[in-house]
């Protein structure tokens, strides 16, 4: 006698909603900040809107849905993901503003994050204990970084031709390039913006260098 197939199981009013606060989270927002990434009133995703004042759920919309991928430029398969009982690891790590990063006083020799005016922020989990987060501000990194993106620097990632690092010299400069070539004498940076030149420093002048592991867009 033939098997009878399993119906497939539905999801639930909960598993949506919590996907949705995955993928703030993923994304370094809070629920209300999400929405207004993504062009929403900042209370749609509140949770006092996820039940009606009679007691009913309330779904969210796939318009609501569909506009929230496109701000944090996410998959349906990656939402998908965030459904589902084991999502990948998120885990809070360091979080400052770059401008304020590059003042001094923040990292260790090693290029660690040190000092106080830290805050934190839930993204997706590096290996890297070292690991933290960068807000950019303004558009001196356009068109690879905008105004309110969080980029992850892991200093203990190994490092090579065409990735984008954060560079610290000596003289105290912080800054985002990509690496085109490194040897015991030079190291050379593409700068991410075609308005700025590029960078050529000697060992002496680095104190460290890290690379950029993930953004959140």
């Known amino acids: 006698m033939a098997k009878v197939p399993k119906a497939p199981r539905m999801l639930t009013h909960d598993q949506i909603w919590t996907a949705l606060d995955r993928l703030a989270e993923r994304a370094g927002l809070t629920a209300s900040a999400l929405a207004r990434r993504a062009g929403l009133d900042p209370t749609t995703f509140n949770k006092s809107k996820r039940i009606t004042a009679d007691g009913r759920e309330r779904w969210p919309s796939t318009e609501s849905v569909a506009k929230s991928l496109a701000a944090t430029n996410t998959s349906i398969g990656t939402f998908v993901e965030l459904i589902g009982d084991n999502p990948r690891t998120v885990r809070s790590v360091p979080l400052l503003g770059f401008a304020q990063a590059a003042t001094g006083g923040h990292f260790d020799d090693s290029g660690f994050p040190a000092g106080n005016g830290w805050d934190a922020v839930g993204l997706p989990a590096v290996s890297d204990e070292h690991a933290y987060a960068l807000e950019i501000s303004g ?22 031709r065409g990735d984008r690092v954060v560079v610290k010299t000596t003289g105290g400069e912080m ?14 940076l593409a700068s991410l913006d075609p308005v700025h030149v590029d960078r050529t420093l000697a060992p002496g002048e680095v104190e460290w260098i890290a690379r950029i592991v993930w953004v959140s867009q």
């Open 175 to 188: 800054m985002v390039k990509e690496l085109k070539r490194r040897t015991a004498r030079t190291m050379e």
């Open 139 to 160: 558009d001196a990194m356009r068109p690879a970084y905008r105004d309110g993106d969080v980029i992850v620097v892991s200093p203990g990632t190994a490092i090579r």
